[in-house]
């Protein structure tokens, strides 16, 4: 694990010395009325969007819980090509094989809702043709919501567990209006999940993979032109 990291880590930073100015239009002419006057982009960005996920779990994982295709949203912001995002996603599963955890045991057929969540602090590199890869270092939280009650009604308890994540990732950005962008994004993840410690059965990696569509627009000032020389000695 630390050897892929330090390997993802060089080999961005050898990529920012050929890395381009930041996608977005610098400024934008808009005439009205007889009058004209510039829409200046501010280094803040946001981004929202939504994706296909494929979990995939180690083989010890797998033979409790099943690798499994579900949907995750994301928001983002970014500054300059530094940017924090937070991703999550729930999906329902059921359990395979029996397992005790914190002194409880699940049966096989349990039904449980699992809740994913992460949160990522990368950079961002420009290429050519508005396509940007990116890198990023983060935290992630599994919470399971065994929906299946005994019968006396209660629900066994599974203890949240938190662990790491190594983020890359490649978008591609459309074009839709001055400072606001389409993207198609492909981004991989692999987490370090630390289940070990709900049970020794468990292992303590998964992967996922995450094909989506976000939208994504820069902070804007107006400005007039018979402002614009003022602007520009700022």
């Given at each position: 694990m630390k050897t892929i990291s330090v390997l993802l880590v060089s080999f961005f930073i050898s990529m920012?010395?050929?890395?381009?100015?930041?996608?977005?239009?610098?400024?934008?002419?808009?005439?009205?009325?007889?009058?004209?006057?510039?829409?200046?982009?501010?280094?803040?960005?946001?981004?929202?969007?939504?994706?296909?996920?494929?979990?995939?779990y180690d083989s010890k994982?797998?033979?409790?819980?099943?690798?499994?295709?579900?949907?995750?949203?994301?928001?983002?912001?970014?500054?300059?090509?530094?940017?924090?995002s937070t991703n999550f996603h729930?999906?329902?599963?059921?359990t395979t094989d029996d397992i005790v955890i914190n002194h409880q045991k699940i049966i096989e057929g349990t039904n449980m809702n699992s809740l994913k969540y992460s949160f990522k602090l990368g950079y961002r590199f420009n290429l050519a043709w508005k396509t940007t890869v990116h890198t990023?270092?983060?935290?992630?939280?599994?919470?399971?919501?065994?929906?299946?009650k005994d019968y006396w009604g209660n629900s066994c308890?599974?203890?949240?567990?938190?662990?790491?994540?190594?983020?890359v990732g490649i978008n591609q950005y459309f074009k839709m209006a001055p400072h606001?962008?389409?993207?198609?994004?492909?981004?991989y993840n692999l987490n370090y999940s630390n289940y070990s410690k709900l049970s020794s059965d468990l292992g303590n990696t998964f992967h996922s993979i995450d094909f989506g569509i976000a939208f994504k627009f820069w902070n804007r000032k107006q400005v007039l032109m018979d402002d614009l020389s003022w602007h520009n000695n700022q």
């Open positions: 920012s010395l050929y890395s381009q100015t930041i996608i977005s239009d610098t400024a934008i002419v808009v005439k009205e009325r007889s009058q004209s006057y510039y829409y200046i982009r501010k280094p803040w960005a946001f981004e929202a969007g939504v994706a296909l996920t494929a979990l995939i994982t797998v033979l409790w819980m099943n690798d499994v295709l579900t949907s995750s949203y994301k928001l983002e912001v970014e500054r300059e090509n530094i940017f924090f729930l999906y329902n599963t059921s990023s270092l983060g935290i992630v939280k599994s919470d399971f919501i065994v929906l299946t308890k599974i203890p949240s567990q938190m662990g790491y994540l190594v983020n606001y962008y389409c993207l198609l994004f492909l981004d």
